[in-house]
């Protein structure tokens, strides 16, 4: 399969919030579209930029992304690279696409000093927890909280 992964560009945004849709009700989550564009856009594009973000394209339509930052662990008194998301629709599922981005992922961590990679899975998520032992990962079972600024 012919693909392609590439920076997120401007023109992107209305399908990333498509996809970040997609990718919360494939996790079982809530999501609303509102705001999500202009935020996005100060997030990867702002003067202040935040977040990385890399866009699958095949055929000249986006069926994917992953989105990374840069964080500093207090334990470790390094940076850290939190893969905040990645999604890919059906159609690229199983296909050595998400090796690819993990390796590319991988690149940057050690690019950037990095002294490890964390990101998060639901537990049901078996096809998921599979692939990212298959590339060597180590899960460790944890309970995230969210709570109201």
């Not at 705001?35 to 986006?62: D, P, Q, S």
């Not at 840069?70 to 690229?92: G, H």
Request: proline content about 4%; some cysteine.
């Amino acid at each position: 399969m012919d693909y392609i992964i590439r920076p997120c560009e401007e023109k992107d945004l209305p399908e990333l919030v498509k996809l970040s849709a997609a990718h919360a009700q494939y996790e079982r989550a809530e999501y609303s579209p509102e705001g999500k564009e202009e935020g996005l856009r100060n997030a990867i594009f702002g003067t202040n930029k935040v977040l990385n973000c890399w866009m699958v394209e095949i055929n000249g339509k986006v069926e994917g992304f992953t989105s990374y930052t840069i964080d500093f662990s207090t334990w470790d008194a390094a940076p850290f690279l939190y893969m905040d998301c990645l999604y890919l629709s059906e159609v690229c599922r199983g296909k050595g696409i998400g090796t690819d981005i993990m390796d590319r992922i991988r690149k940057v961590a050690k690019d950037k000093n990095c002294v490890n990679i964390q990101w998060q899975t639901p537990e049901y998520n078996a096809m998921a927890i599979k692939f990212y032992v298959g590339l060597g990962s180590i899960g460790k079972q944890k309970m995230r909280f969210f709570m109201e600024p």
